[in-house]
């Protein structure tokens, strides 16, 4: 679900309910999606902006994203661990890239592995 998509469903006429089950959700998370996007955890308008900018795809293996499927992770890539979420709103956005879980997973213990 992205949200350009809810806003012309909604621009259309269309009910959570029924923009709900276009997606096979309920009408409460698209309520959820809508409000944290639009209300604005500044953190995750910046994701969403880093996942649009990589075309909702993986950086490392190339993976696109499925509708629907849990939203692949947006990764610090200069792996500075004194970063907290809000630092995200403020972030150059040349230090996020989109990864898919597994890809995420392989780099922080690539990460680690290298630090010690």
């Not at 012309?8 to 006429?13: N, S």
């Not at 953190?43 to 490392?60: A, P, S, W």
């Not at 150059?92 to 392989?106: A, G, R």
């Amino acid at each position: 679900m992205k949200i350009e998509e809810v806003e012309k469903l909604r621009a259309l006429g269309k009910s959570y309910s029924e923009i709900g089950k276009i997606y096979n959700v309920s009408r409460q998370r698209v309520h959820r999606f809508v409000n944290k996007i639009i209300s604005g955890s500044g953190r995750e308008i910046v994701r969403e902006k880093i996942r649009k900018r990589d075309n909702y795809t993986c950086q490392m293996c190339g993976k696109k994203w499925m509708t629907g499927k849990r939203k692949f992770d947006v990764h610090h890539k200069d792996f500075d661990s004194s970063k907290t979420r809000q630092v995200d709103t403020n972030e150059p956005i040349d230090n996020l890239i989109t990864l898919c879980h597994k890809c995420h997973s392989i780099e922080h213990k690539r990460h680690r592995s290298t630090s010690c």
